[in-house]
């Protein structure tokens, strides 16, 4: 399930990826990381917010803007510019969910796959940071982590959490772990490792938990991007961004899942009051997904 970097545009059957920027170079480029910024909404504050992060970022990382208006019945009905293998386990598994939500692997990592570098950011479009964006992405320049994300947790230390009930894999439970991914960054390594332990129908469940055990147990190097958690280094303990990690909400905090913000930290800097941190959700002129609190999973207890 390939997607393709052309004529500044993205593609991927089920689902249509429009870029408004140039295609990323190609995988020569100088050992340069690549960027996806996804959005399900276009307007003209999502741009301005893609525009700031691509210039004070161009340094070091290219970026590319995707477009996603996926539906599942997109991917029942197959719609689209390339032909997909809907017969895949976790393709199937998407379709018999009714919806998208918790499977949005099989967008982000063809997307990466795509991008042909070492290193691949993925960037939500509801994602800010407290300052300038190259002070956040130099910290990791010379990283070599398989993957980074945020909130990352074993099932032991937070055997509460909403999606451990989905949760299944060929490796003990004690290997199980979560995390919160709005923003996430891949090794190519590690994409084809993920890639084909997929192929073979032994995992299932939410893709914030079937990234970061993969890579745990194939035994990939995963790291927090800063927090409190058990897999922060030291040197980024309450860096980066805080929240409550047992908290369905993931609140109080400046990274959780709700509440919302209603502004970009270029519109209005004042309502960020922790600088150089991650925040999220930035909900710009977006209907807010109008949803119950998670509720804890009573088969993980």
């Not at 959005?39 to 161009?58: G, K, M, P, S, W």
């Not at 937070?158 to 989905?166: A, E, H, P």
Request: one cysteine or more; a positive charge.
């Amino acid at each position: 399930m390939d997607a393709v970097f052309s004529q500044g545009r993205v593609s991927m059957n089920p689902f249509r990826f429009v870029s408004v920027q140039r295609p990323l170079p190609g995988p020569s480029a100088g050992g340069r990381q690549a960027g996806i910024f996804i959005t399900h909404v276009l307007n003209h504050r999502i741009q301005a917010h893609f525009d700031r992060l691509r210039r004070e970022t161009e340094a070091i990382i290219d970026w590319q803007f995707a477009y996603n208006p996926w539906t599942v019945d997109d991917l029942a009905a197959g719609r689209g510019e390339f032909e997909i293998d809907r017969t895949s386990a976790r393709v199937r598994q998407a379709m018999n969910n009714g919806n998208l939500a918790g499977y949005m692997d099989i967008v982000f990592f063809p997307l990466a796959k795509s991008a042909n570098r070492e290193f691949v950011w993925i960037l939500e479009y509801d994602v800010d940071f407290a300052g300038r964006w190259l002070d956040f992405f130099q910290q990791f320049s010379s990283n070599g982590a398989d993957l980074l994300t945020t909130t990352l947790n074993t099932r032991r230390r937070d055997r509460r959490w909403t999606f451990w009930g989905s949760a299944n894999g060929p490796c003990p439970k004690s290997r199980f772990t979560r995390a919160f991914m709005p923003i996430m960054r891949v090794s190519r390594r590690f994409i084809g490792i993920f890639e084909e332990a997929l192929s073979t129908g032994e995992w299932s469940g939410h893709y914030e938990f079937l990234v970061p055990t993969i890579a745990r147990v194939h035994g990939l190097r995963i790291e927090d991007i800063g927090g409190t958690g058990p897999f922060v280094p030291w040197r980024r303990r309450r860096r980066n961004y805080v929240n409550a990690a047992k908290d369905p909400y993931l609140s109080p905090g400046t990274f959780v899942w709700r509440p919302s913000m209603t502004a970009y930290f270029h519109e209005d800097d004042a309502a960020f009051t922790q600088r150089a941190m991650l925040y999220h959700p930035i909900k710009a002129d977006v209907a807010e997904w109008e949803a119950e609190a998670p509720v804890a999973s009573s088969q993980a207890i």
